[in-house]
């Protein structure tokens, strides 16, 4: 129900943001109407009283009409008004500073004009208006009701809206508890246009995809794992159960013995390929990174395997070798280094040569380009998963188990670069390492 807490906080949130807004709203209109309530009011006065000055020299204080009741002073003192006029404190009224005012009077609003003028006496004209924000308050009720049905009208076109954008959340949420170790079949259509929603179900289709390939490169491997290290532990059995029925010659108990040591050594190599693959994290890798002489390292690893590629006869040579540092793990870069020259030398004729090159540019660029049995393009993708092996190499002349180019795959991602294989059936294989 976590998408209905969701979607209640953003009803929320819009619902406060809209109810603030439309606050603000009413009361600028409510400003302004009334300013404009009271600029109707003060020029109809100005214009009633500017009326009643122009009377004063031709008409008689009694024959002067007006809509509004007025009152004519002289020196500050009454010398008129109208039967209507009931204002009190006069005195104070005209010797405001500013003509116009206005007065809360019998619960209504009163507006005021004061006319100075010293023709053709010293005097001054008062004028009122009562009630000049009559039916104002209705206004004010219409403005409440309508902003109270606008705000209703925001929230329903807010919940719809929300449910619209949840919907494929709410599908997402729907398929991700179908999905199991056992069940990845789970797929949710793209919707359209393309928007951060059709994204968001983009990229979690793609984790699926990869959590099924992740499965069901686990399932092989567990198989693989339980396929290399039987061999070896029946063998070691068996031996030591035919060692045990009946007492033997020293000769049969040391090649036994010897047999026993040999598949122990496998089932060591294998582990510790095992744990090499899973001994680092992207993460924690970084904390041993050194300045490292690549061209060293290198240089140390074909001294290595000089007397192995001799004994098949294989021209093991440098065809670039130029100045190459970085700071990387020395474990790894070694690794890299020597899996690909192993692999070379293992899957490559007698007779035969290999090449390395190793140089840097703007990247660092490793080379192993050998005239092995080479790799069908079927297989080019399989080649760096645990314990793969191709067809061609599954004899026992030919050592390992498969983890190398694992290994190599695993260091070059952990470095953050990036590897390439090129390979023809009967001709080579040509192997490229980019840092």
Same mark, same amino acid.
């Given at each position: ?11 929320? #949130?819009?619902?406060?943001? #809209? ?25 109809? =006065? !100005? ?15 009694? +024959? ?38 206005? %007065? ?16 053709? *006496? ?10 000049? +924000? ?8 219409? @403005? ?8 209703? *009208? *925001? ?56 959590? /099924? ?42 090649? #036994? ?19 090499? =693959?899973? /001994? ?16 060293? @390292? ?6 290595? !395997? ?25 474990? $790894? ?7 690909? %020259?192993?692999?070379?030398?293992? !899957?490559?004729?007698?007779? /035969?040569?290999?090449?390395?090159? $190793? ?41 390992? *188990?498969?983890?190398?180019? #694992? ?29």
């Amino acid at each position: 129900m976590k998408h209905k807490r969701l979607k209640a906080k953003v009803l929320l #949130s819009f619902g406060a943001i #809209s109810f603030f807004m439309l606050v603000v709203f009413g009361f600028i209109f409510y400003y302004f109407l009334n300013q404009n309530m009271i600029e109707t009011a003060k020029n109809g =006065l !100005y214009a009633q009283s500017l009326d009643i000055k122009e009377h004063l020299d031709t008409a008689k204080f009694g +024959d002067i009409h007006s809509k509004f009741p007025f009152a004519i002073a002289k020196k500050s003192q009454i010398a008129y008004k109208t039967r209507e006029f009931d204002l009190q404190n006069i005195e104070k009224i005209i010797q405001k500073k500013e003509p116009f005012s206005t %007065i809360e009077r019998k619960e209504s609003q009163t507006a005021l004009y004061v006319l100075q003028f010293k023709e053709p *006496f010293d005097g001054a004209i008062i004028v009122f208006e009562d009630d000049i +924000d009559e039916g104002f308050e209705n206004v004010i009720a219409i @403005i409440i009701a309508l902003e109270s049905m606008l705000f209703l *009208f *925001f929230l329903l076109l807010a919940n719809r809206m929300v449910n619209k954008i949840l919907k494929p959340i709410q599908n997402i949420s729907s398929v991700a508890k179908d999905i199991s170790i056992h069940n990845f079949q789970g797929k949710i259509p793209l919707t359209e246009p393309e928007d951060e929603i059709r994204d968001l179900i983009d990229s979690f289709n793609t984790m699926v995809d990869r959590l /099924k390939d992740g499965v069901e490169k686990l399932d092989r491997f567990n198989d693989d794992v339980s396929h290399e290290l039987k061999t070896p532990l029946t063998v070691i059995n068996g031996k030591i159960e035919l060692a045990l029925k009946k007492d033997r010659d020293r000769a049969y108990y040391k090649e #036994s013995l010897d047999l026993i040591r040999s598949e122990s050594c496998k089932i060591q190599k294998i582990v510790e390929e095992l744990l090499q =693959l899973s /001994k680092y994290s992207k993460e924690s890798i970084v904390q041993s990174f050194v300045p490292c002489d690549l061209n060293a @390292i290198l240089l140390e690893t074909v001294d290595n !395997y000089l007397a192995k590629a001799k004994e098949k006869n294989i021209d093991l040579k440098m065809i670039r070798f130029e100045k190459a540092t970085k700071n990387a793990s020395p474990e $790894l870069i070694n690794a890299i280094f020597s899996n690909l %020259i192993d692999n070379a030398i293992k !899957y490559t004729l007698p007779g /035969k040569k290999i090449q390395i090159s $190793l140089w840097e540019d703007k990247k660092i660029h490793f080379i192993v380009q050998d005239e092995g049995m080479g790799i069908s393009q079927e297989n080019m993708s399989k080649i760096t998963d645990r314990f793969y092996r191709v067809d061609e190499s599954r004899n026992k002349e030919i050592e390992g *188990f498969g983890l190398g180019l #694992s290994i190599v795959r695993n260091s070059i991602e952990l470095h953050s670069g990036e590897l390439q294989i090129k390979s023809e059936l009967d001709i080579g294989t040509t192997v490229e390492v980019i840092l």
